[in-house]
Antibody, heavy 128, light 107 residues
Framework: EVQLVESGGDLVKPGGSLRLSCAAS????????MNWVRQAPGKGLEWVGH??????????DYAAPVKGRFTISRDDSKNTVFLQMNSLHIEDTAVYYC???????????????????WGQGTLVAVSS | DIQMTQSPSSLSASVGDRVTITCRAS??????LNWYQQKPGKAPNLLIF???SLRRGVPSRFSGSGSGTDFTLTINSLQPEDFATYFC?????????FGQGTKVEIK
């Protein structure tokens, strides 16, 4: 059974930093692309970014609001993905979910992908 | 970035009703479209991927259709456990983007 468990959420002041972790089990982690998605209180879902498997280059992509402030990394020896968040803004307040990025057929430069497995989320509150 | 727009934002329905939610992309995304269900305080749950493929274990009353820019999620014979918020999401390009959600409430 796939399990994803996030941790590290906390109350932090604007301008502060926080590191979230997502511990994975139940699948071959080193082959997986992993994702972070956030949800501000009472709002919709917002994609934060993803990290590819090392086999696929290990590269990252980010949403514009977090690019340059957030960094996704992975430790395949510990089956864990991280989200380092720096220069936090009040608007970064949200529940942060990690998820798997499941991929299917690729055609013309685009690959079918979907987020099949999610953690329970961890709350990050940015406030003075 | 590709903008995803869902309609309606909310709807009221009764158990046994047929419910249709639409999702429109700001540019063509072929069938690179997924649907999720989210209940309060819980993580989203994948229902449908690639516009019309039902995830294993999801009840067959859920179905998806569409291609290009216009997509539909249909719930046939709404059940009590289906009252939730539904989101579409495109996987055609990065950044991945979600619709704003459709809340299905009990009439």
């Amino acid at each position: 059974e796939v399990q994803l468990v996030e941790s590290g959420g906390d109350l932090v002041k604007p301008g502060g930093s926080l590191r979230l972790s997502c511990a994975a089990s139940g699948f071959i982690f080193r082959d997986a692309w992993m994702n972070w998605v956030r949800q501000a209180p009472g709002k919709g879902l917002e994609w934060v970014g993803h990290i590819k498997s090392k086999t696929d280059g290990g590269t990252t992509d980010y949403a514009a609001p977090v690019k340059g402030r957030f960094t996704i990394s992975r430790d395949d020896s510990k089956n864990t993905v991280f989200l380092q968040m720096n220069s936090l803004h009040i608007e970064d307040t949200a529940v942060y979910y990690c998820s798997t990025v499941d991929r299917g057929f690729c055609s013309g430069g685009s690959c079918y992908s979907w987020f099949a497995h999610w953690g329970q989320g961890t709350l990050v509150a940015v406030s003075s | 970035d590709i903008q995803m727009t869902q309609s309606p934002s909310s709807l009221s329905a009764s158990v046994g009703d047929r419910v249709t939610i639409t999702c429109r992309a700001s540019q063509t995304i072929s069938d690179y479209l997924n649907w999720y269900q989210q209940k309060p305080g819980k993580a989203p749950n994948l229902l449908i991927f690639a516009a019309s493929s039902l995830r294993r274990g999801v009840p067959s009353r859920f179905s998806g259709s569409g291609s290009g820019t216009d997509f539909t999620l249909t719930i046939n014979s709404l059940q009590p456990e289906d009252f939730a918020t539904y989101f579409c999401q495109q996987s055609y390009s990065t950044p991945r983007t979600f619709g704003q959600g459709t809340k299905v409430e009990i009439k």
